[in-house]
C-alpha cells in the first residue's frame, strides 16, 4: 500500500535558540499549572508569572490560551500522528482501510477520554481554533483518505467532517460524568461505522456488547 503523505501538526521553521527556551519555559510552566490547579488555572499571566517572564513574551508566543493549551498537547499529537502515518496496523498502514478507519477512532476516542479537561479548555477559549489547527486539518485529511479507499462512493470530505463532529471535549465530558467507560463508546463508533464487529475488552478477551 503506497502511503500519502500529511501535514504534521506544529511544522514550522527552526527556531532560534532563545525562541526554543522561551517555547520551553513557557509550555513547561503551563504543564505544572495543569497537573497542580487543573486546566481551568492556566491563563496567560498565570503562565507568565510561572515561566518567570513578562506576559508580552507569552502572548506573542501564543496568541491566546486557547493556542497555548493546543501547543501543550501537541507532543502527544505528534505520537498519534507518527502511529497512524507509519506505525504497525491497524493503525498504521498495512491494514485495510476500513480497518485502519476502526483503530483510528478508537484511538482518538481514548485520547479524548484522557485529555478531555485540557482539550476543553482549549476550546472554549476559542471554538473555531479546532478546525483551523494543524491537528484538525491532518486528522480530517486522513479520514477522508481512509474514507475513500473503504467507501467509494461516499462524499469523503463532508462524511469525514462528520465522523469527527462527534469527538469533542464537551460530549466525552459529559459521557464520562455519567460513566459511559470507553468501550461501550467504542462499541458506538463501530454501530455508526456499521462495522458489524463485536468489540472486545483486551483485559478479558469477552465481547463489550
Not at 532563545?18 to 497542580?36: C, P, T, Y
Not at 508569572?49 to 508580552?56: I, T
Amino acid at each position: 500500500m503506497s502511503r500519502i503523505e500529511l501535514p504534521v501538526t506544529g511544522q514550522a521553521p527552526p527556531e532560534r535558540a532563545d525562541a526554543a527556551r522561551n517555547r520551553r519555559k513557557i509550555l513547561d510552566a503551563a504543564a505544572r499549572l495543569v497537573a497542580e490547579q487543573g486546566p481551568d488555572a492556566v491563563t496567560m499571566n498565570a503562565v507568565a508569572h510561572a515561566a518567570g517572564m513578562g506576559v508580552g513574551t507569552v502572548y506573542r508566543r501564543f496568541g491566546d490560551v486557547s493556542r497555548l493549551l493546543f501547543a501543550l498537547l501537541d507532543e502527544d499529537e505528534r505520537r498519534f500522528q507518527e502511529a497512524f502515518l507509519s506505525g504497525p496496523a491497524p493503525l498504521g498502514p498495512d491494514a485495510p482501510a476500513d480497518v485502519r478507519l476502526r483503530a483510528f477512532l478508537h484511538t482518538l476516542a481514548e485520547r479524548l477520554v484522557e485529555q478531555r479537561a485540557v482539550m476543553a479548555v482549549a476550546e472554549a477559549a476559542s471554538p473555531g481554533a479546532r478546525y483551523e489547527s494543524g491537528a484538525y486539518l491532518t486528522m480530517h485529511t486522513h479520514v477522508a483518505m481512509l474514507l475513500r479507499g473503504a467507501r467509494p462512493e461516499a462524499d469523503a470530505p463532508v462524511l469525514a467532517h462528520l465522523l469527527l463532529a462527534p469527538f469533542v471535549p464537551s460530549l466525552f465530558e459529559h459521557l464520562t460524568a455519567r460513566e459511559v467507560p470507553v468501550d461501550r463508546i467504542k462499541a458506538a463508533i463501530d454501530a455508526l461505522l456499521g462495522s458489524g464487529q463485536n468489540p472486545v475488552d483486551q483485559a478479558t478477551g469477552r465481547s463489550v456488547r
